[in-house]
């Protein structure tokens, strides 16, 4: 990259795709970064191996092979159930044995809170002693909404109080479940406690909102990513291009991964756009 942003590719745009594939491509396209996202509901085949010791290595193994970094683990589900710590715990283990220390989830439902503010705190000194820090995200439909604005997650890191909590923002997630919100102002709101941000553009088509390369969308990125910048706060380019949202924010998945000359497209034209105004 020809800038000093830490910027990497999210796996999300390759839905459907072999990830040696996936990680190559992200190479030979100049990406320095890569994010796995191994998040519930928005990709396809997640299951328990997907953290196991072997799936590690394998991961470690690809990350040698193109000589890429990895900063960040995808791993949302609903942070609310009972059964949310000891995921968690098993994220953790896997994000540890990838050389991960940032973890990005969304929350849970906004009628689930206190579940959610009771199991992250105790999830948070295990977090602490491994050395980890769990990113809430904004969410981008229903299932997601406890946080939402940016006030809202300030209010959830109070409640939690723990220094192994922070954010990762996601301005395009904004735009699907807050559409009257101004996206941008919001992130630039967390970016005090920020350390990590998803870089997604979005365009409405209908009443639905899907995913374009960044820079021919509605959010103007210009301020933020300078920001990003000046902080040297690393961030991944999320483009579920195989997903879009119906007008409620309901995640929809293609039947069928998004054609690989579709998804070099989408990265080269976001890289170029990044490019010109990150510098």
């Given at each position: 990259m020809s800038h000093p942003l830490k910027l990497g590719v999210n796996t999300s745009i390759f839905d459907g795709h072999d990830m040696d594939l996936a990680f190559g491509i992200i190479r030979e396209l100049g990406y320095d970064y890569v994010e796995l996202a191994y998040n519930q509901g928005y990709v396809g085949d997640l299951d328990d191996s997907l953290f196991s010791q072997q799936n590690a290595q394998r991961i470690r193994s690809l990350l040698d092979k193109h000589q890429l970094k990895t900063l960040a683990l995808g791993c949302t589900f609903n942070l609310a159930r009972p059964e949310a710590v000891g995921y968690l715990q098993t994220r953790i283990g896997f994000a540890e044995a990838i050389g991960v220390k940032l973890l990005n989830a969304c929350t849970a439902k906004r009628e689930d809170y206190a579940a959610l503010v009771n199991n992250l705190r105790q999830i948070a000194p295990q977090l602490e002693q491994a050395g980890c820090c769990l990113l809430i995200e904004n969410g981008g439909d229903n299932n997601y909404d406890a946080f939402a604005m940016a006030a809202e997650g300030e209010q959830l890191l109070r409640e939690v109080g723990s220094t192994a909590l922070a954010f990762n923002g996601d301005a395009g997630n904004m735009v699907s479940l807050r559409p009257q919100a101004h996206a941008i102002q919001q992130m630039m709101q967390l970016l005090p406690q920020m350390r990590h941000c998803h870089i997604k553009d979005v365009v409405k088509q209908g009443s639905e909102f899907h995913f374009p390369?960044?820079?021919?969308?509605?959010?103007?990125?210009?301020?933020?990513?300078?920001?990003?910048?000046?902080?040297?706060?690393?961030?991944?380019?999320?483009?579920?291009?195989?997903?879009?949202?119906?007008?409620?924010?309901?995640?929809?998945?293609?039947?069928?991964?998004?054609?690989?000359?579709?998804?070099?497209?989408?990265?080269?034209?976001?890289?170029?756009f990044i490019e010109d105004v990150a510098g």
């Open positions: 390369a960044i820079g021919q969308g509605l959010l103007d990125y210009k301020p933020l990513l300078k920001e990003l910048v000046k902080r040297d706060i690393p961030c991944t380019l999320e483009i579920p291009l195989r997903m879009h949202r119906l007008a409620d924010s309901t995640p929809q998945r293609g039947a069928a991964p998004v054609a690989l000359e579709r998804i070099v497209q989408v990265l080269s034209e976001s890289k170029k």
